[in-house]
């Protein structure tokens, strides 16, 4: 089994019983944003991440830590895990997409009440909006304003009503996301 089929049934057994406190499973939330990326026209490795960025709650398989009081640092684990196969482009806005919340929840009010209620929950458990100095390093990182990109498709990509194409569709381009020496594992 080449690595994206693997990380597909990953997503597909697990990923369709899990809702996280929303209102649309983690596949779709899943599928709904790499609809959003690629409508919005970002690279492969970009539509990579959007479906791939929440990869850590299906490794970790625990939805509810958020309501707990726990932050299992998904994104990291995600990222941790992704870095095998895949450049920066995939795992830096995935690693970043908690972090781009807690910005734009400092320099955008407005995006603060925006947030839905378990990202609303989660967000305190996560240490909340960026101080200054925190924000300056997130604008240092090359790679913030993808994560800001896949922080509002992460936001958006929760609509019951949404339909999307099926995970099989995504094959290709996330096999064209992985870094070159495992071309191998292409096709
Ligand atoms: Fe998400």
């Known amino acids: 089994m080449s690595v994206v089929e693997e ?3 990953n997503l597909e057994a697990r990923g369709a019983a899990i809702y996280g406190g929303e209102a649309v499973t983690q596949l779709q939330h899943a ?3 790499a609809v959003l990326a690629h409508m919005a026209g970002a690279p492969a490795t970009l539509v990579t991440a959007a479906l791939l960025h929440d ?3 299906i490794l970790t398989d625990d ?3 958020a309501e707990r009081g726990t932050d299992l640092q998904h994104e990291e684990i995600a ?3 992704l870095a095998d196969w895949f ?3 995939v795992t830096e806005p995935i690693r970043l997409h908690v972090t781009a919340k ?3 929840c400092s320099v955008d009010p407005a995006y603060l009440d925006s947030l839905s209620p378990a990202s609303a929950t989660s967000l305190s458990v996560q240490g909340g909006p960026l101080g200054t100095e925190e924000i300056s390093d997130f604008r240092r990182n090359p790679h913030w304003q993808a994560a800001v990109k896949l922080r509002h ?3 958006t990509g929760k609509d019951p009503k949404m339909t999307t194409p099926a995970l099989a569709a995504f094959r290709g381009m996330v096999t064209s996301a992985l870094r070159e020496e495992h071309e191998d594992a292409h096709g």
């Open 63 to 65: 939805e509810d830590a």
């Open 102 to 104: 807690r910005y734009l």
């Open 79 to 81: 990222a941790r895990h």
């Open 87 to 89: 450049p920066e482009d």
């Open 153 to 155: 498709w992460d936001d």
């Open 55 to 57: 990869y850590g709650h």
């Open 7 to 9: 990380i597909f049934a």
């Open 31 to 33: 599928l709904q944003c």
